[in-house]
DNA sequence: GCAATTAGGACCTTGATGGTCCGGATTGCA
DNA sequence: TGCAATCCGGACCATCAAGGTCCTAATTGC
């Protein structure tokens, strides 16, 4: 299906009502389950995790919880993806990993993935997370130039 | 991961081994199996489902086998992706299918991931199965610009 | 009639994902 | 100083789809 983990999903949720915190101030794990209407040990995982990438930073004790680091329109969606799914590798024979494959001999595309996985990649790089909460009328892009098989 | 399916990544090569048959001429499942150094059911299983698509063209009884309908060249990566993979969609909420999820009234992305799939359908949409097998040079693609969010 | 081949589907195994939970560390407050 | 709130790190298990195999028809050529 080509589809994303739904902790992604979930992470744009988490990170677009984690915008809601007044400036400077921070949200607790159990406030933004309440307020995205998933689980609480889920949202906390999710949480962990978007922390570990640095995009967001969680206080401890009493009075603490997690803020953004950057605002959401200066977080690509890939950064994201990559927090939550990993690299963005559509095949397992992306990475230069000889050996592994049986077909490898045989194989007529091998290393042909990347230029796909590069234009996925540029693809999420245009799209902040601000545009996937942000109003309704859609901004344009300011990189609309997309050469997919630009030179190598 | 981002990834797709092992069985697309089986479906692009076997489409490109069935290019290498004579003009008009057909291959079978056992002799793509053993050219690809895939299993031999493995392989069936994509014949059939590229079959299915219409991308290859199965020919039954003694003399048999399978050729391509189209050439490579304007065999785009998608449709090869949907036939395997099923359609392109990211998230689970990017039908109009309402009720279905939970935190759909507190959901502040709902319906805006269209965008991102629309975005990732047009970076395959651009690359051929052709590119994908072809000489090691880079064929610039005919359609460079790339507009992320066109009006909608 | 027989062999070769595709067509269609059922079946089982395995691995990753989703989700939960627990103990420890840190912080603020009474 | 003790306590409560909260993050941090990891382990754990259930579920589900993907991967892969196999079997039985249907078709075709010799």
Redesign the pocket.
Known sequence: ?LRL???TDYAVVVLTRLDDAAEGGVL???VLAGNTGL?E??V??V??IL??AGLVE?????????RLTRPLATIPLIEVITAM?GPIALTACVDNSFGVCESESACPVRGRWDPVNEAIRRALTGISIADLAGPPAIVPHPEPAFPIFAAE
């Open positions: 299906m983990s739904k902790l607790t794990a159990p689980a040990p889920t906390a995982k949480l962990k922390a570990h969680g206080r401890r004790g009493a009075l603490g919880g997690y799914d």
